[in-house]
């Protein structure tokens, strides 16, 4: 239970920080630090991020989200995410966590290069959103993320903002709150997929969704007078360290 508390404290506290990020380290944490199946820590993970997420929004809900964009994205999302959920069925553990360390690796690598948001032709210079020109995108993203959640168990946090913010050009304080928004819809989405063959400890998962609901919200307000580079250079570093063990740990367990 102690154990659980901690890596709490670590997934809550990267959600708050960035807006997203703390579900991919929550899977890997689940399996390898509490020693869970995979086949409950992603549904597990769902309840720990989808929680955490919406204690960290609440901060933003009246000044740092687009509920519009939300919404779009994460209802879309949390259809698909019956898809992934789906195909996780049908492929072995092996394959899972060699394709989540595949995606741990590229998002990593994309947190160390640098970019501009609120420059797309999405979202304009007024603060207005283009809805002819974002709602294919928004779509298109609602749907990978979704599929993604379900076949993984991640909320989809490390994707959600850098698509927002490159893709529908979204100055990067809205990316981090909408992406929020999307990430509760997206693991109650994922975590229903999962209903029908669900079986994990609630005891431990609820003592880590309550440790990881406090440290997002404190690391949301602390995160505020951080430089945005050192978190995002931090934050890519831990998760190439993780996504480097997952992969040695599929290939050699």
Known sequence: MIAALAFGLL???????VGGGGSILAVPVLVYGMGMPLAAAIPSSLVVVGASSAVAVLPRIRHGLNWRLALIIGVTGGITAYGGSAVNRVLDQKTLLLVFAAIMIAAGVRMFMSSKSGTGDCY??????????????????????????GLLGVGGGFLIVPALALVLGLPMTLAI????VIIVINSVGGFISHLGNLEFDWSVTAAFAVAAMAASLLAGRVGRSL????????FAVLVLLVAVYVAFQALTG
């Open 11 to 17: 997934v809550g506290g990267l959600l708050g920080l």
């Open 124 to 149: 304009s210079r007024e603060g207005s959103v283009r809805w002819r020109r974002c709602l294919p995108k928004a779509v298109a993203i609602g749907v990978v993320v979704g599929f993604l959640t």
């Open 177 to 180: 709150g909408t992406s929020l």
């Open 227 to 234: 430089p945005e580079k050192l978190l995002k250079r931090g």
